[in-house]
C-alpha cells in the first residue's frame, strides 16, 4: 500500500505543489493510501452559496443540477464549485481504513466529515435525490478522508440528517461562542437561515440579559422564522446589500453605537459594507459567507475609514461539532424547527 502525505498532497494532479483544496484537479481514484479512510457516501450537503450558484445556472432544473455536479466531480476529483470555490461536506459509513491512519474511527462507524467537499476525493456513481429546499444530495458513491481530515461521529441521539443539517455549518456557532462577550450587541444579518439561526440562539445565550442581539433577513418568511424561535431582542426585514439601510437601523436601535459583532451569514455577493457600516470602532466583523469578496471587505473597510478586525470564515474552531449539536440538544424549539426544515 502507498504511503500518503497527512495533508492529501499525494493526490494533487494539477498544479503539483499545492495543497488538495486549492487545487484544479485532483485524484479520486478509489483505492487508499495507508493513512487514509475510505467512506460510503450516502448524502452530500452541499454549501449554501456553491447550491444556490449551481441551482441558478440550472434555471431550477434537478436534471440539469445533476449534470453540472456530476460534471464538477468528473472534471476536477472532487466537488469544488469552480464559481464560488466552496463544497460542503457528507456523511457515509467508513469501509476501509489504511494499516497507518491515526485515529479512532472502526469499519462500520458513521460519520460526518468536518473538511470541505472541496478538498475531499470523490466519486459519484449515482445521484439518487436532490432535495433543492435543503441543499441536500442522497448519492451512491464514495469519498477519501485523509489523515488530518476532521470529522464527527453521528450521535445516537439525533437523526442523521438532522445532524447533518447542523454539522455543516457548525463553525458558525462555535465561532459565535468565542467571539461573544455578556453585554454584547450582536448584529445577525442572514438571522432566518440555517447558520443565521443558529448564530442568533448561541449570540444571546453569550451576550446574555444586558446584550442586544439584532437578526437581520431579506425574506418575510427567513425573519418570521427567527421571530418564531424568539431569541432575538431586534428583527429587521432589510436588504442585506444595502448598506446604508442597515447602517441607517443599527444606529437607531442601538442609540448610535452599532455593534462589537456583527456576523455574516448570507449567501449572496456584496454584502460586505452593509456588516462593515454595522460595526462599531474598534469592533469585529465575521464573515461566515462563503459568498464573501476579502478584497471587497478589506478595501471597502479602508474606503469608509473603519478601524475595525475582520475574520474569515473558517468552518473549524475547537469543539464546533459539540458545540452545535448542544444547541440541539438544548433547544428544543430550535431542533424541532430543523427538523421540519432541514430532516
Same mark, same amino acid.
Given at each position: 500500500?502507498?504511503?500518503? $502525505?497527512?495533508?492529501?498532497?499525494?493526490?494533487?494532479?494539477?498544479?503539483?505543489?499545492?495543497?488538495?483544496?486549492?487545487?484544479?484537479?485532483?485524484?479520486?481514484?478509489?483505492?487508499?493510501?495507508?493513512?487514509?479512510?475510505?467512506?460510503?457516501?450516502?448524502?452530500?450537503?452541499?454549501?449554501?452559496?456553491?447550491?444556490?450558484?449551481?441551482?441558478?445556472?440550472?434555471?431550477? #432544473?434537478?436534471?440539469?443540477?445533476?449534470?453540472?455536479?456530476?460534471?464538477?466531480?468528473?472534471?476536477?476529483?472532487?466537488?469544488?464549485?469552480?464559481?464560488?470555490?466552496?463544497?460542503?461536506?457528507?456523511?457515509?459509513?467508513?469501509?476501509?481504513?489504511?494499516?497507518?491512519?491515526?485515529?479512532?474511527?472502526?469499519?462500520?462507524?458513521?460519520?460526518?466529515?468536518?473538511?470541505?467537499?472541496?478538498?475531499?476525493?470523490?466519486?459519484?456513481?449515482?445521484?439518487?435525490?436532490?432535495?433543492?429546499?435543503?441543499?441536500?444530495?442522497?448519492?451512491?458513491?464514495?469519498?477519501?478522508?485523509?489523515?488530518?481530515?476532521?470529522?464527527?461521529?453521528?450521535?445516537?441521539?439525533?437523526?442523521?440528517?438532522?445532524?447533518?443539517?447542523?454539522?455543516?455549518?457548525?463553525?458558525?456557532?462555535?465561532?459565535?461562542?468565542?467571539?461573544?462577550?455578556?453585554?454584547?450587541?450582536?448584529?445577525?444579518?442572514?438571522?432566518?437561515?440555517?447558520?443565521?439561526?443558529?448564530?442568533?440562539?448561541?449570540?444571546?445565550?453569550?451576550?446574555?440579559?444586558?446584550?442586544?442581539?439584532?437578526?437581520?433577513?431579506?425574506? #418575510?418568511?427567513?425573519?418570521?422564522?427567527?421571530?418564531?424561535?424568539?431569541?432575538?431582542?431586534?428583527?429587521?426585514?432589510?436588504?442585506?446589500?444595502?448598506?446604508?439601510?442597515?447602517?441607517?437601523?443599527?444606529?437607531?436601535?442601538?442609540?448610535?453605537?452599532?455593534?462589537?459583532?456583527?456576523?455574516?451569514?448570507?449567501?449572496?455577493?456584496?454584502?460586505?459594507?452593509? $456588516?462593515?457600516?454595522?460595526?462599531?470602532?474598534?469592533?469585529?466583523?465575521?464573515?461566515?459567507?462563503?459568498?464573501?469578496?476579502?478584497?471587497?471587505?478589506?478595501?471597502?473597510?479602508?474606503?469608509?475609514?473603519?478601524?475595525?478586525?475582520?475574520?474569515?470564515?473558517?468552518?473549524? $474552531?475547537?469543539?464546533?461539532?459539540?458545540?452545535?449539536?448542544?444547541?440541539?440538544?438544548?433547544?428544543?424549539?430550535?431542533?424541532?424547527?430543523?427538523?421540519?426544515?432541514?430532516?
Amino acid at each position: 500500500m502507498k504511503k500518503g $502525505c497527512p495533508y492529501g498532497t499525494h493526490r494533487v494532479i494539477s498544479p503539483k505543489g499545492v495543497l488538495p483544496q486549492p487545487a484544479d484537479v485532483i485524484d479520486n481514484t478509489m483505492e487508499i493510501y495507508d493513512n487514509e479512510v475510505l467512506i460510503d457516501v450516502q448524502t452530500l450537503n452541499i454549501d449554501s452559496a456553491s447550491f444556490t450558484q449551481i441551482e441558478e445556472q440550472a434555471n431550477h #432544473d434537478v436534471e440539469e443540477i445533476k449534470k453540472i455536479m456530476l460534471g464538477i466531480v468528473e472534471k476536477a476529483g472532487k466537488h469544488k464549485n469552480p464559481v464560488t470555490g466552496s463544497g460542503g461536506m457528507l456523511i457515509g459509513t467508513v469501509k476501509e481504513i489504511g494499516p497507518a491512519y491515526e485515529g479512532d474511527l472502526k469499519v462500520g462507524d458513521k460519520i460526518a466529515t468536518l473538511v470541505s467537499l472541496s478538498l475531499t476525493p470523490l466519486k459519484i456513481d449515482e445521484i439518487i435525490e436532490i432535495r433543492p429546499d435543503i441543499d441536500q444530495v442522497d448519492i451512491k458513491g464514495q469519498a477519501i478522508l485523509f489523515q488530518s481530515g476532521l470529522y464527527a461521529k453521528l450521535p445516537t441521539d439525533i437523526p442523521e440528517g438532522l445532524a447533518l443539517s447542523a454539522l455543516d455549518v457548525a463553525g458558525a456557532p462555535a465561532q459565535t461562542a468565542k467571539f461573544v462577550k455578556p453585554g454584547d450587541t450582536v448584529v445577525v444579518i442572514g438571522g432566518g437561515g440555517k447558520s443565521g439561526l443558529l448564530v442568533g440562539y448561541e449570540a444571546k445565550k453569550r451576550a446574555g440579559v444586558t446584550g442586544n442581539v439584532i437578526v437581520i433577513d431579506g425574506f #418575510d418568511k427567513s425573519l418570521d422564522r427567527a421571530k418564531k424561535l424568539g431569541y432575538a431582542d431586534h428583527y429587521v426585514l432589510a436588504d442585506a446589500t444595502d448598506a446604508v439601510g442597515i447602517y441607517n437601523k443599527v444606529m437607531e436601535l442601538t442609540d448610535g453605537k452599532l455593534a462589537d459583532l456583527v456576523i455574516n451569514c448570507v449567501n449572496i455577493e456584496n454584502t460586505e459594507m452593509s $456588516c462593515i457600516l454595522a460595526c462599531k470602532e474598534h469592533g469585529l466583523v465575521y464573515f461566515f459567507s462563503m459568498a464573501t469578496s476579502f478584497t471587497k471587505a478589506a478595501l471597502g473597510a479602508e474606503g469608509v475609514g473603519k478601524d475595525i478586525d475582520m475574520i474569515v470564515g473558517n468552518g473549524y $474552531c475547537n469543539g464546533h461539532a459539540e458545540i452545535t449539536l448542544q444547541i440541539l440538544r438544548e433547544s428544543e424549539s430550535i431542533r424541532k424547527m430543523f427538523q421540519e426544515l432541514y430532516a
